[in-house]
């Protein structure tokens, strides 16, 4: 089953998530928000695993630097969506696709579980 890694290079956590599937040896394929972006089918298909709030990052930097007004009209999937588009550092990283499985965030013993034997 084909394994992709969305995120950011920069990010502490993507990197301990792509480091993770390297020393266990795991081919995957990293897609790089900042440079590839990301499709609106994408976010989509994702907020049929997963809540919305899941997937929007409100604990980093570019939650933060929005106004509160801005943060005051992120009440449902669509608005999240429309923001994760125009803003994908927005999205909670790093995201794991496998097959039709999705995961958000990273910890070793999430990604233990998730590649148990």
């Known amino acids: 089953m084909a394994i992709i890694l969305y995120g950011i290079p920069n990010c502490d956590q993507v990197r301990k998530a792509r480091a993770w599937l390297n020393d266990h040896a795991l081919s995957f394929d990293f897609h790089d928000f900042k440079k590839a972006g990301i499709e609106r089918s994408l976010i989509e298909t994702w907020l049929i695993h997963l809540t919305w709030d899941v997937l929007l990052n409100k604990k980093g930097t570019t939650w933060r630097n929005l106004s ?43 990604y233990q579980q998730i590649f148990k034997k």
């Open 68 to 110: 509160d007004q801005r943060k005051a009209a992120i009440t449902d999937a669509k608005s999240a969506t429309e923001l994760m588009l125009e803003l994908p550092s927005a999205i909670k990283r790093p995201v794991l696709s496998i097959g039709e499985s999705i995961h958000v965030g990273f910890s070793d013993p999430l």
